[in-house]
DNA sequence: TTTTGAGTTGTTCGA
DNA sequence: GTCGAACAACTCAAA
């Protein structure tokens, strides 16, 4: 076999920071091999990160630049324009090909198509893998071949064309390429410092897939079947909490489907999977509406009548709006960097609904706050909860925080642990501190307006008003 | 083209 | 305390 003029290969490393089922990594390190070739993996940093998702990405950087050490490879990071940054290594490298994820953010489908106009001038080919999402977006389409805008159909059409059964091990070896210098991971600054808040992130969470697949193997080992029912429950760990490791990629989409899959057919693996499939759903919208994370998918929504109240906003981001569900989970995604699902919902409805601010700063702050942070699932499911969605609730559907509380916390174990001031309280009272009399409140150790906010607003009242606000937008008023 | 069935996660009210 | 109905219409997807 002859020896090619240009045997190294570049993978360029984004949202899939990981060494198993990796497939742009894979397809780099076959052609590297079967050409006695070198392999140059990089990283160029997302500079659009919000600060929790900054502190995950170093650890998660750090894991991989490990990872491929002990294969003899080499991580290079580099800061600035892909279209720039890609060609020029590559070219330098001598490099005959590019791998990468394929992707489908608004950003990094315009540097894709830039990178690509780069590198076809140097005779340098561009291969994109499916690897962030189970299945092309443009592959799931209804039968009149246009993409799909409901849930439930988009999601019997994906269990219908089912999930890839391929799984590809991580390489053995990942020849490095030497001589390529990098910036180094610190001089990104991406950990917190004056003041580090990172001490819940740090006790909450393992980044890497190391860490990732020790989630994965928690949850299948029992939670999993149980998922459909205890998922709702924030005081108990029912949960995978797999979501910022599959958002950086450190576990394959379609390993945590394929190995849920092999746990049987109970309730809680379909519920699961289905779980899945919504991520799916959502990066789908994202590649269909690039602009989802400003604009609703229901143009009617442009007219609504949202309130300007940043003080009530404030309240809400730090934990004070004296409605303790919602506090708990607001104080628990400042804490841990994530917040259970369910209480994502009631938060999220009662600064959408009760408090008739923009579902965009809620967004923007969940941006910045949770490691996770996705834009397609974000924004998708910001819409969602608002209204103005492609698949979204009735308006009329409006979260009672009391009653979800009641309902999935009745023992109090998830607002006494991040709601400590008024831990105290007899569960009937947890969930609404102002309906107790004062001589409850006072063995309690809780004095309304002093110890813990009176709420921001009442809750009847709350709801009229968003059932009033979505009336005028309805008259187009 | 027209018709038909269906749509993540809820709340309130009144019998 | 429990249960069913009302809350509203509209759009999507498939036949």
New binding site residues.
């Given amino acids: 076999m002859s020896k090619a003029a240009s045997p190294h290969t570049l993978v360029w490393l984004r949202d899939d920071l990981r060494l198993a089922d990796n497939p742009a990594l894979y397809a780099a390190v076959q052609t590297a091999l079967a050409q006695g070739g070198k392999i140059l993996a990089v990283y160029i940093l997302d500079e659009n990160l919000g600060n929790a998702a900054r502190w995950w990405l170093h650890h998660s950087l750090s894991r991989l630049a490990d990872d491929l050490a002990a294969r003899r490879g080499a991580l290079v990071l580099k800061r600035g324009d892909p279209a720039v940054i890609i060609p020029a290594l590559a070219h330098a490298a001598g490099a005959g090909a590019v791998h990468a994820a394929r992707s489908f953010t608004p950003g990094l489908r315009a540097a894709d198509r830039a990178v690509d106009a780069a590198l076809k001038p140097l005779n340098i080919a561009f291969h994109r893998h499916l690897s962030v999402s189970l299945f092309a977006p443009e592959r799931i389409?209804?039968?009149?071949g246009?993409?799909?805008?409901?849930?439930?159909?988009?999601?019997?059409?994906c269990f219908e064309a089912g999930v890839s059964t391929e799984h590809l091990p991580a390489p053995e070896h990942i020849p490095g390429l030497t001589g390529m210098t990098g910036e180094a991971l610190d001089d990104w600054h991406l950990l917190p410092t004056n003041p580090d808040w990172a001490g819940g992130l740090r006790a909450s969470w393992t980044p890497g897939e190391a860490g990732a697949e020790a989630a994965l193997a928690r949850f299948l080992a029992g939670p999993v079947q149980d998922y459909d029912e205890a998922?709702?429950l924030p005081g108990k760990p029912g949960t995978s909490r797999l979501s910022p490791h599959v958002r950086f990629g450190e576990i394959s989409p379609r390993a945590v489907f394929q190995r849920a899959s092999a746990c049987g057919q109970s309730k809680g693996v379909q519920?699961f999977l289905?779980?899945l499939l919504?991520r799916e759903?959502s990066i789908n919208l994202l590649w269909q509406h690039p602009d989802l994370r400003r604009v609703p998918i229901?143009p009617e929504f442009n007219k609504f009548p949202w309130a300007e109240a940043p003080d009530a906003l404030r309240a809400w981001q730090r934990g004070q709006t004296g409605v303790p569900i919602v506090d708990a989970g607001m104080r628990e995604l400042w804490r841990t960097g994530w917040m259970h699902?369910?209480v994502?919902?009631?938060c999220a409805s009662f600064l959408v609904k009760h408090l008739l601010i923009p579902w965009q700063a809620g967004e923007a702050w969940f941006w910045d706050t949770l490691c996770e942070a996705d834009e397609a699932a974000n924004a998708?499911?910001w819409q969602?909860?608002a209204g103005c969605g492609?698949?979204a609730?009735?308006?009329?559907?409006?979260?009672?925080?009391?009653?979800?509380g009641q309902?999935f916390d009745g023992d109090g174990t998830y607002v006494r642990e991040f709601v400590p001031e008024i831990a105290k309280l007899p569960d009937k009272y947890l969930h609404c501190p102002w309906e107790a009399d004062e001589k409850i409140l006072t063995n309690a150790g809780v004095r309304l307006g002093r110890t813990y906010p009176h709420p921001i607003i009442p809750?009847?009242e709350g709801?009229n008003n968003a059932?009033k606000a979505y009336?005028r937008m309805k008259l187009g008023r």
């Avoid at 389409?141 to 009149?144: F, I, Q």
């Avoid at 609730?393 to 979800?404: E, K, M, S, T």
């Fill in positions: 389409v209804t039968k009149a246009g993409p799909y805008g409901v849930y439930t159909p988009f999601s019997k059409a998922r709702n519920v289905k779980e919504w759903f229901r699902n369910r994502r919902m009631i998708a499911s969602w909860v492609a698949d609730a009735p308006y009329f559907r409006i979260f009672n925080p009391v009653l979800q309902k809750l009847s709801r059932l009336e």
